[in-house]
């Protein structure tokens, strides 16, 4: 068959018939049926949404710096995408660390407090606050213990494991140990037809 056949609607005939096919057995009315199908079909397809592979979801062009990287190159690339964090690869493409705000915010000697958007401020000159970060790269602060998925993990491996370790995106790895791509909580979220603003890959 060329294509998957759709789901038919279920009528009031339909619900009626089932009822009396399972005879007393059952005290439900036509509604409260069709409410327990509703519900079953929901948990069903929850089911197999979570059951997909993470490559099925993930994000392809991943936006990644290498080690040598400036932090303020790093900082901008972060501010422009609308994201937290960009794993770090070397030339082979394999990932071997990862940068997010905090470390950049480190790097700064900023309050982990305020947001990439101060640290842009303030290496503009438009901030009171004083740092210094001539020379500091990546590789600098950049976290080296790096939790990462494979393309054939799925969606729910990838959903308990940013839980557990509470973190919002998981570089994503294929068969051959380099960076195929990046799942973000927005990615999981968008699984289930969940609207939600996305402006990056968070």
Do not use: W
């Not at 740092?131 to 959903?159: E, F, L, P, S, Y």
Request: charged share 25%; glycine share 6%.
């Amino acid at each position: 068959m060329s294509e998957q056949m759709k789901e038919p609607e279920i009528s009031a005939a339909d619900l009626r018939a089932a009822l009396v096919e399972m005879g007393s057995y059952l005290d439900v009315t036509e509604e409260d049926l069709k409410n327990i199908y509703s519900i079953a079909l929901r948990h069903a397809r929850a089911r197999s949404e979570l059951s997909r592979k993470v490559s099925e979801i993930m994000t392809r062009e991943v936006i990644v710096v290498r080690p040598d990287t400036a932090v303020s190159e790093a900082a901008a690339l972060l501010a422009e995408h609308g994201i937290s964090g960009l794993p770090v690869t070397d030339d082979s493409g394999n990932v071997i660390g990862i940068i997010t705000e905090a470390d950049i915010l480190s790097c700064a000697g900023i309050e982990r407090r305020r947001t990439i958007m101060d640290f842009i401020k303030i290496i503009l000159g438009q901030h009171h606050t004083a740092v210094n970060i001539q020379g500091c790269m990546v590789k600098d602060v950049m976290t080296t213990h790096v939790i990462t998925v494979t393309t054939d993990a799925d969606v729910r491996q990838a959903a308990n494991l940013m839980a557990e370790k509470n973190i919002k995106r998981l570089p994503v790895l294929g068969s051959d140990n380099r960076l195929a791509g990046i799942v973000s909580r927005a990615d999981i979220v968008g699984v289930f037809g969940i609207s939600s603003q996305k402006n990056g890959k968070g």
